[in-house]
Nanobody, 119 residues
Framework: QVELVESGGGLVQPGESLRLSCEAP????????MGWYRQAPGKEREFVAS???????KTADSMENRFAISKDLHRSAIYLQMNNLKPEDTAVYYC?????????????WGQGTEVTVST
């Protein structure tokens, strides 16, 4: 099991930005596929964005104009820049990872970081 640690969540107002971070501090080998899912209250978990070790990215269509995923080449860490946040972005955001080069990593999950967008 690989530990994934998210940070950066919080309470923001509509239109503001947040940057989420995720690290895998204990893994001995690089995670070649990492990404984000989110789950809003009362809704199913949904895909947000992912990135491979080679730099390929995938972002949900509904978020690609506002969200951007990036990674640190030297360690298993990813970031999610979220701009122009909306109340419907309120959710728990989960970091996911895999040793495989995949844009659908789901082998390892973090505990989640909560994002609340509200006035």
């Amino acid at each position: 099991q690989v530990e994934l640690v998210e940070s950066g969540g919080g309470l923001v107002q509509p239109g503001e930005s947040l940057r989420l971070s995720c690290e895998a501090p204990t893994t001995r080998f690089a995670l070649n596929g990492m990404g984000w899912y989110r789950q809003a209250p009362g809704k199913e978990r949904e895909f947000v964005a992912s990135i491979t070790g080679g730099g390929r990215t995938k972002t949900a269509d509904s978020m690609e104009n506002r969200f951007a995923i990036s990674k640190d080449l030297h360690r298993s860490a990813i970031y999610l820049q979220m701009n122009n946040l909306k109340p419907e972005d309120t959710a728990v955001y989960y970091c996911v990872g895999s040793y495989d080069y995949t844009l659908e990593p789901q082998d390892f999950w973090g505990q989640g970081t909560e994002v609340t967008v509200s006035t």
